[in-house]
Nanobody, 121 residues
Framework: QVQLVESGGGLVQAGGSLRLSCAASGRTFSNYAMGWFRQAPGKDREFVASISRSYSANYADSLKGRFTISRDNAKNTGFLQMNSLKPEDTAVYYC???????????????WGQGTQVTVSS
């Protein structure tokens, strides 16, 4: 089992930045790919970004250039740097881990509880 705990969410004005963290415990973090997803009220959960065990990153096309995913295996932590935030980025952000890889939620076995990000206009 892998336990994931997100932090770093909050309220920010449009144009601002936030850095989300995802602390992993329970298994060797470096053995897992990690992803970030988000879910806005009334909408489906959507893919944001993923990073493989070999540090290869993928992003949702609409977020490229504003969001950056990274990981620090020594600290068992993943990160999502979010810049130039927009009101439409408002959502609950979830980190997830998988023994494989992918950009769909079904590819991920382990999930955090989520952290709220609210961007005001």
């Amino acid at each position: 089992q892998v336990q994931l705990v997100e932090s770093g969410g909050g309220l920010v004005q449009a144009g601002g930045s936030l850095r989300l963290s995802c602390a992993a415990s329970g298994r060797t973090f470096s053995n897992y790919a990690m992803g970030w997803f988000r879910q806005a009220p009334g909408k489906d959960r959507e893919f944001v970004a993923s990073i493989s065990r070999s540090y290869s990153a993928n992003y949702a096309d609409s977020l490229k250039g504003r969001f950056t995913i990274s990981r620090d295996n020594a600290k068992n932590t993943g990160f999502l740097q979010m810049n130039s935030l927009k009101p439409e980025d408002t959502a609950v952000y979830y980190c997830a881990a998988t023994s494989y890889s992918g950009i769909t939620a079904t590819a991920y076995n382990y999930w955090g509880q989520g952290t709220q990000v609210t961007v005001s206009s």
